[in-house]
C-alpha cells in the first residue's frame, strides 16, 4: 500500500531554513501530484505546495511564494520541501500527501512533522 514517511522538521530561528523530505512507497508515482500542506493549532489544514511528478509542475500558496521550493527525487522517490526565510506563521504540523493526477481529493498522507520557528 501507498505510504507517506515526512522527515526533516524541528524548530529553528525566524529567517532560518529548514529542508522536508517526503519518501514515498508502495507503488509509481508518475501520475500522481505530491503536496505539501500544513496545520497549525487552533487553524484548519492549509495547501503550501504540490508538484506534479511526471511534468515537474509546480504550484505554491501565495503565503509560501518565492521562500518554499517543491522539488522530487525520482531515484529516491522523494518530494522535498526547502523553506527559507521561515516566519514564526510557518510554524504548523507539515503533511506530505498524494493524489493520482485527475483526481481533486488527495488520498494518501503522512503522519506529519512538526516545524516551530521561534521569534
Known amino acids: 500500500q501507498v505510504q507517506l514517511r515526512e522527515s526533516g522538521g524541528g524548530l529553528v530561528q525566524a529567517g532560518g531554513s529548514l529542508r522536508l523530505s517526503c519518501a514515498a512507497s508502495?507503488?509509481?508515482?508518475?501520475?500522481?501530484?505530491m503536496a505539501w500542506f500544513r496545520q497549525a493549532p487552533g487553524k484548519e489544514r492549509e495547501f503550501v505546495a504540490a508538484i506534479n511528478w511526471r511534468t515537474g509542475y509546480t504550484d505554491y500558496a501565495d503565503s509560501v511564494k518565492g521562500r518554499f521550493t517543491i522539488s522530487k527525487d525520482n531515484a529516491k522517490n522523494t518530494v522535498y520541501l526547502q523553506m527559507d526565510s521561515l516566519k514564526p506563521e510557518d510554524t504548523a504540523v507539515y503533511y506530505c500527501a498524494a493524489k493520482p493526477v485527475p483526481n481533486a481529493r488527495y488520498d494518501y498522507w503522512g503522519q506529519g512533522t512538526q516545524v516551530t520557528v521561534s521569534s
Open positions: 508502495g507503488r509509481t508515482f508518475s501520475d500522481y501530484v
